[in-house]
């Protein structure tokens, strides 16, 4: 019997996992995702690096692709993907043929929110909304504990709602994006902008160049006690709270679900966006506030839920 292995592909990094039948991380591989200007050929070199990687030389019984884009209602093409160079590749069928194995894909956030309800924070309820803070904003949302994906399959693009009309520009070629100013871009713009100005902790980890400056060290130096990172997260937070205050307004879920890389801050990023998400619901002292919560998975929800949706896939047409 071989392995299935999820591969979550996002704006800067490709995780691959071999995962177990009760969601069980095995073991991991990662790769740097090329970027968004370049051949797609490249990303999808990295994508087959890290699936060889993990595989470790055992039977490859299917791969399940979470990617950071709009994927068709059919879980074949990538239609568009802000962080990466996919405008409607037929990303399925052309890595099927170059592993030779099923592969099965979606959304990133839809695969997170598939582990979270199974196996994670989610597990029990019926509705949820799954926020996925990496280099960007995913979405997702579960309805009557299914994944409600949309007439084109790109419901929960949460991250593109404008909330700054005329605000930052966004990779998507809008302005005023909710991910520009509450995901990864948005937590080292904020503490780029304030380096130099004074002794910081963030300052010696980049060494003085504010372009070196990267979402971990923000993370570090917030832990060290720097105000300017901890601001940062405040800040990023607090466009959380805001964000979800609609979402809420709009699904009334049992739960708020917080995934992604930046969520491996916990609570010095959930407290401000808890706090903004009372202040900002409508009708906040009338009604029951759902709990915000990080997920369970942690940033491996994505590849947990990939790999069970190919193992789906692949019993189903077995």
């Not at 595989?55 to 962080?83: C, K, S, W, Y």
């Amino acid at each position: 019997m071989g392995v299935f292995i999820g591969v979550d592909v996002g704006g800067t990094k490709v995780l691959a996992a071999v995962v177990s039948a009760s969601g069980e991380v095995v073991r991991t591989a990662r790769r740097s995702t090329p970027g968004r200007r370049v051949d797609a050929a490249l990303v999808e070199d990295a994508l087959t690096a890290a699936v060889e990687d993990v595989a470790a030389g055992e039977t490859v019984e299917g791969v399940g692709i979470a990617a950071a884009g709009f994927v068709d209602a059919e879980g074949a093409r990538v239609m568009f993907a802000p962080h990466l160079p996919w405008r409607g590749e037929h990303v399925r069928d052309r890595l099927a043929e170059r592993w030779g194995t099923t592969v099965a894909l979606n959304n990133d956030a839809n695969c997170a929110a598939l582990a979270e309800v199974t196996y994670g924070a989610g597990r029990g309820a019926s509705d949820v909304v799954m926020i996925t803070l990496g280099t960007g904003i995913g979405g997702a949302l579960v309805l009557g504990g299914r994944v409600h994906r949309g007439r084109n399959g790109m419901a929960g693009e949460f991250g593109h709602m404008q909330v700054v009309p005329d605000g930052q520009p966004c990779e998507c070629g809008n302005r005023g994006c909710w991910e520009q100013y509450s995901s990864g871009n948005a937590l080292v713009r904020f503490a780029r902008a304030r380096i130099g100005h004074e002794p910081t902790v963030l300052e010696e980890l980049c060494q003085g160049n504010p372009d070196l400056l990267v979402g971990p060290m923000v993370t570090e130096a917030a832990e060290a006690g720097d105000l300017v990172a901890r601001q940062a997260f405040g800040s990023v937070g607090e466009w959380l709270g805001v964000g979800v205050a609609n979402l809420v307004a709009a699904f009334d879920p049992d739960c708020v679900v917080v995934g992604g890389g930046v969520s491996a801050a916990g609570d010095r990023l959930l407290e401000p966006a808890r706090s903004a998400l009372v202040r900002s619901l409508v009708g906040g002292g009338q009604r029951v506030v759902p709990p915000l919560v990080r997920a369970a998975l942690g940033p491996e929800a994505g590849v947990v839920g990939a790999a069970d949706l190919a193992r789906e896939v692949g019993q189903a047409r077995r």
